[in-house]
């Protein structure tokens, strides 16, 4: 127990505070990923085959290639990307952008493809003749879309969504490599400093465990007080 | 609705606080954090060790403000190149394959490396005490060879992208079955259970480990040094940073002087791996 | 570039461990998954409640916490170490399969049990009617059913097996991933060489995809 001590000798506030920035780093890269999602599905959906295209090319690469490789492509290539453009501004000297950035970023692609499909199901799943509603009803056709249809897309998605946001809290993990010191990376320094892994992984998915496990209550909340209101 | 705007508002500040891009001003060098006793971090998450005293004495020297950034060991001289950090302090040997790619400052610290076996074991590499690739005759052949007998069958762990990876690696010793680790913590703990035979590594890290995890190992055969485990220890420097180098190798030379370096080996290593 | 072209072989060679250690842990993953979807339709208290938990944790811990606890964590036990089991747990190889094998087990097992319980109740009923013992009406009925429904969802769980043998690099194997590092390692060429290992990826995310197509064809989903 005097391994997770509170203080200089024991770990139990470094796990803490690394605990809050899995769960943010999740939170961050859940939604710019669903940012991602909004846009692409729109893509996958339109009737111009270069727009289908590009969508289908991010939902491929993003669900097919591994989180890891991705993460160190980001990690590597993402300064050196950002200063070939800002070379070309004229600014020469390097640009660093740090862990938590990268991590909420990649993993936050990866999470918006398959909320890309999660969405498009969802749309998909929608009777078809509501689109024609608009004009029927008069209504200008965005805010038709923003008043009609996207809560019925919302609500369709959630228990889908709430697929999503367990694969995105896992994934973080995977961020470890990059240096951001969450949950995973916290385990692995303790671990390894007093050459007791068991412990210390055992530890890390007990908390895994109950994230999942309160998110999972939450979304199931979620979907209920949208399916009976 | 209000609720939700302010801890949307919130989170939006957090994101903005943990985010970060910046524009280089002050120097960042880049360290492993799992070589102890080297480089370390203890149980406040703080970075530790010889090199992460000796850089904040080099930052002295020159006036510079240094700010130290973890990063794990196999991609280290990416992580340099890609403009995360501007130097690399990590335990890193000067060696003539990673001269092709970055800058050395002068050596800081001497490394000899050794092999590790298990307390128990009765693995045995000849009777030399200390080997030097530079200038090998009989008597050093003759212990190579003996190592390459004893190491058929045999499993040894190394970190990856090591100069002992590199070793076994260069067929001195013969066709040698390898495992690779991304710290040397992991292969500690292996060799510690059993999972490899030997473990090659800088002979204080073994030390260091052996001192806090209760004596489970031994060092086995020579110390080994030159060839291609280089020649000491030194910063990593982008290829076109000579600014940068100049500072640092004057910064060396003050240190040196003024027994800065010695003082902190004798710290961390116990004995005086100054240079 | 000249760089990447050299060790084309290398990771060529490295893609065969990854396919390996793919299909290894589907195959074994499959028959946990049967029998603990099977478990969980069991009224039996215990039965059910052995394969909730499995399928609770496995599911709900990062893939790469369950590889270090079976590969780190149990080599520390000194009765694990004592025993048989040493002679599998000792090897990377076998740890990686058994933590694979278990995580996708249990995605297996749910989609499995999920199909299962989509069987209508009616067409079991007609079973019954025409006379048909306990065990036929399972292997002549629910079974091909609930094979049928499942294929596309198990379609993504290969995939995302595949993903998920990247983290066999973790525990020293020198798969697709593993390889990639190894070169970064010594040659310092990140980009590239990631780039180019994840186009094998995707090349083997294409070929599962294919085949899951051409099975859903078989089974007359058109």
């Not at chain 1, 998605?157 to 697929?163: G, K, T, Y």
């Not at chain 3, 589907?26 to 039996?44: D, E, P, T």
Request: with cysteine; proline share 2%.
């Amino acid at each position: 127990m005097e391994l997770l001590a509170f203080g200089d000798q024991g770990w139990g506030d470094e796990i803490l505070r690394a605990t809050f920035i899995t769960i943010f780093v999740a939170l961050s890269a859940f939604l710019i990923g669903f940012i991602f999602a909004t846009l692409f599905v729109f893509f996958k959906l339109s009737k111009k085959k270069y727009l289908n295209f590009i969508g289908n090319i991010y939902t491929t690469i993003f669900r097919g290639v591994p989180e890891l490789l991705i993460i160190y492509l980001f990690f590597f290539g993402g300064s050196s990307a950002i200063m070939f453009v800002s070379k070309i501004f004229g600014y020469d000297g390097y640009i660093e952008i740090n862990a938590f950035l990268t991590g909420a970023i990649s993993i936050g692609i990866i999470s918006g493809a398959y909320s890309t499909e999660v969405l498009r199901g969802a749309i998909l799943a929608i009777d078809k003749s509501q689109f024609e509603g608009a004009q029927a009803l008069g209504m200008k056709r965005y805010v038709y879309f923003l008043k009609v249809i996207t809560p019925q897309v919302l609500r369709l998605a959630i228990p889908n969504l709430s697929n999503v946001w367990q694969i995105t809290l896992k994934d973080t993990s995977l961020i470890s490599v990059t240096g951001l010191v969450e949950l995973m990376r916290q385990s692995y320094i303790a671990s390894g400093s007093t050459r007791n892994p068991l412990f210390f992984y055992l530890f890390a998915a007990v908390i895994y465990l109950i994230l999942t496990t309160f998110s999972l209550k939450f979304f199931n909340r979620l979907e209920k007080r949208y399916n009976f209101s | 609705m209000k609720k939700i705007t302010k801890i949307f508002l919130s989170f939006v500040t957090l994101f903005f606080l943990l985010s970060g891009i910046s524009f280089s001003d002050n120097i960042k060098i880049g360290t492993e954090g799992a070589y102890p006793p080297w480089n370390a971090k203890d149980a406040s998450g703080k970075l530790i060790g010889f090199e992460v005293d000796l850089a904040m004495e080099l930052c002295k020297i020159t006036g510079d403000t240094c700010s130290i950034v973890e990063q794990d060991w196999d991609g280290m001289i990416p992580a340099l190149q890609a403009g995360k950090f501007d130097a690399i302090m990590a335990g890193m040997s000067i060696t003539d394959e990673r001269k092709q790619k970055i800058n050395f400052s002068q050596g800081y610290a001497d490394e000899v490396a050794s092999f590790a076996s298990l307390k128990k074991s009765n693995i045995k590499l000849g009777g030399l005490k200390s080997l030097s690739l530079a200038d090998i005759d009989g008597k050093e052949q003759k212990t190579l060879d003996t190592i390459k007998k004893t190491l058929e069958g045999k499993i040894v762990g190394v970190q990856s992208g090591t100069i002992f990876q590199n070793f076994l690696k260069s067929g001195l010793v013969g066709k040698v079955n390898v495992w690779t680790y991304k710290t040397q913590d992991e292969v500690n703990l292996d060799l510690s259970s059993g999972r490899i035979d030997l473990s090659l590594a800088a002979a204080v890290a073994t030390t260091d480990y052996n001192s806090k995890a209760g004596n489970v190992l031994k060092l086995v055969g020579p110390t080994f040094s030159g060839g291609v485990f280089g020649n000491g220890v030194g910063i990593g420097l982008r290829k076109n940073d000579t600014k940068l180098l100049n500072s640092f190798n004057s910064a060396i030379d003050t240190a040196r002087k003024k027994g800065i370096i010695k003082k902190l080996a004798i710290k961390h290593f116990g004995f005086d791996a100054s240079m | 570039m000249t760089i990447l072209i050299e060790n084309i072989p290398y990771l060529l060679k490295a893609s065969f461990l990854t396919i390996q250690l793919t299909l290894i842990s589907l195959i074994i993953g499959l028959i946990i998954g049967f029998f603990f979807s099977i478990m969980r339709l069991s009224k039996n208290f215990f039965l059910y409640n052995i394969a909730y938990y499995y399928s609770f944790i496995f599911r709900g811990t990062p893939l790469l916490v369950q590889i270090f606890i079976i590969y780190f964590g149990l080599a520390q036990l000194e009765f694990i170490r004592d025993s048989i089991l040493w002679a599998i747990l000792k090897k990377p190889f076998w740890c990686a399969i058994i933590a694979f094998s278990l995580n996708t087990g249990a995605y297996t097992s749910e989609i499995l049990r999920a199909a299962f319980e989509k069987v209508e109740k009616n067409i079991i009923e007609t079973g019954k009617s025409l006379g048909m013992s306990k065990f036929n009406i399972f292997y002549k009925i629910k079974l091909p059913i609930a094979i049928k429904q499942s294929v596309p969802a198990y379609g993504n769980e290969m995939i995302l097996m595949l993903k998920g043998t990247s983290l066999a690099s973790t525990v020293t194997l020198i798969d697709l991933t593993g390889a990639s590092k190894y070169i970064i390692s010594t040659n310092f060429n990140p980009v590239e060489v990631f780039i180019f290992a994840g186009s094998i990826y995707l090349i083997l995310t294409f070929l599962i995809h294919s085949l899951i197509k051409l099975v859903e064809k078989k089974l007359g989903y058109y």
